[in-house]
């Protein structure tokens, strides 16, 4: 199966993709990878917007005559708009979990799959990553064992699946739909937009994850970041108030240190851009709309971290299993006065280095109980994307799962050698993909 990539199929997969419309291309990918394998079915399963469930998106039965299988769990639930079905599964640790959370293929035998499949088959599960960002896994069902080479190269075309979402994604809702497993209000569509795209990139000198807990009333919470050649830009930002208001203060915010960023500003000059917008724009509408905030530019070839407080809570640092409040004075919200000026603090990161930026809806009212600097060391060894995943779950449980405020964590690994290549199975780093499950 080795030789499946230098065939030619991977010629087939990509006019497979091209030939259809982008709603059907990861069916079509789908179907076709079935094939190559001697699948009877082949599913897509995309990652959840909550982070805790995987969605049956795409399912292709590959023999008319083949035994049933991929019957939903009985904790699995099945919704449909039009013409469209989608069945969610919630994590509950089993192999479709394992997948995600550890990054390596899962090979479930005859009869002990978590989904009910078939009794004589075979179940291979394959994540879908890019630079570490789950986009969700491919499901196989064969009649025999795969063997090592068989699981590599499922392995590698789940990774160009991955890529035939990415694109794909633009021209449709179909997967924005099918990750959606509970309505969203208008603050909460307003906000998912300002997000980026992908919430995890791992590249040679660091990884980098961030995650956003909306509370039930959205409070205007959002992160950012942009990777630049010797550069990594980064933020996290709370605006004040709840509902649509919070989250269009929120989208002028970033939308102002977006623009900064791509005119070429420095760290100084995008905050006090930002803050000329929304003073302006407070002004015009008579408000008094402001936001907290933490900005962040990175020096990649040296290590070094510029770092801006903007009346936000401090950002934490751990290093050498300690884990302490950075030193960051900080200066007013962005928003308040016209004219402020924001002070830069540096911090000279050292391999090994963990920081962790959150907004206050991790430390504020009936979230005071948990104990985040425990937390942080006790997730250390988990990958960045892992960790943030934990510590929300961590809040919600604290919480009651009863948020009054956003929660949004940041945590970025520092590894140093930047420019070095990256060692990768199938778009995820296994040196730094926990097995542990949480």
């Known amino acids: 199966m080795s030789d499946v990539l230098m065939s030619g199929r991977l010629g087939r997969l990509l006019e497979a993709a091209e030939a259809v419309s982008p709603v059907e291309a990861v069916q079509s990918v789908a179907r076709e990878l079935g094939e190559a394998f001697g699948a009877t079915e082949v599913s897509f399963l995309i990652a959840d917007l909550s982070g805790r469930a995987l ?76 630079r570490g960002e789950v986009i969700g896994v491919l499901e196989m069902l064969l009649p025999k064992e795969p063997d090592e080479d068989t699981r590599s190269a499922a392995g590698q075309l789940a990774h160009f699946l991955g890529f035939v979402v ?22 909460a569509e307003i906000q998912q937009r300002l997000l980026p795209a992908s919430r995890t990139c791992e590249a040679g000198a660091f990884t980098l994850s961030a995650w956003l807990e909306p509370a039930s009333d959205i409070a205007g919470d959002s992160f950012d970041y942009s990777l630049a050649r010797d550069h990594l ?72 971290l510029d770092l801006v407080n903007a009346g936000h809570v401090p950002p934490y640092l751990a290093r050498n299993g300690r884990v302490e409040v950075v030193d960051l004075p900080p200066d007013l919200p962005i928003g308040l006065f016209p004219g402020t000026r924001y002070r830069s603090t540096r911090v000279a990161l050292e391999p090994g280095d963990r920081l962790v930026v959150v907004t206050d809806g991790m430390l504020d009212r009936n979230a005071a109980g948990l104990d985040l600097t425990a937390v942080i060391g006790e997730t250390h060894d988990l990958h960045p994307r892992e960790a943030a995943r934990h510590m929300a779950d961590r809040v919600l449980d604290a919480t009651g799962h009863n948020l009054k405020d956003d929660a949004t964590i940041l945590v970025l690994d520092w590894y140093g050698g930047h420019g070095r290549d990256r060692t990768t199975v199938s778009g995820a780093d296994p040196g730094r993909a926990s097995a542990r499950l949480s």
């Not at 969610?88 to 479930?108: K, N, S, Y």
């Not at 990415?166 to 603050?187: K, V, Y």
């Not at 407070?282 to 040296?302: F, I, N, Q």
């Open 55 to 130: 969605v049956r998106l795409a399912h292709a039965p590959l023999e008319e005559d083949a035994e049933p299988g991929s019957a939903p769990s009985l904790a699995a639930h099945q919704r449909q708009a039009d013409e469209e079905r989608a069945t969610t599964l919630p994590f509950d640790g089993g192999h479709g979990e394992q997948a995600v959370r550890t990054q390596t293929i899962q090979v479930v035998a005859p009869g002990a799959s978590d989904s009910g499949t078939a009794a004589r088959l075979w179940t291979l599960l394959a994540p879908i990553t890019e």
């Open 166 to 187: 990415i694109a794909n994604r633009r021209h449709t809702d179909l997967f924005e739909w099918g990750q959606r497993s509970r309505p969203a209000s208008l603050s």
């Open 233 to 304: 830009h980064l933020s996290v930002t709370d605006a004040m108030g709840h509902g649509v208001g919070a989250a269009l203060t929120a989208s002028l915010s970033v939308g102002a240190l977006r623009g900064a960023r791509r005119r070429g500003a420095s760290l100084l000059e995008q905050m006090a851009a930002t803050n000329t917008a929304l003073v302006e724009h407070s002004d015009a509408r008579g408000a008094d709309d402001y936001v907290t905030g933490v900005g962040g530019r990175l020096d990649l070839e040296t290590g070094t």
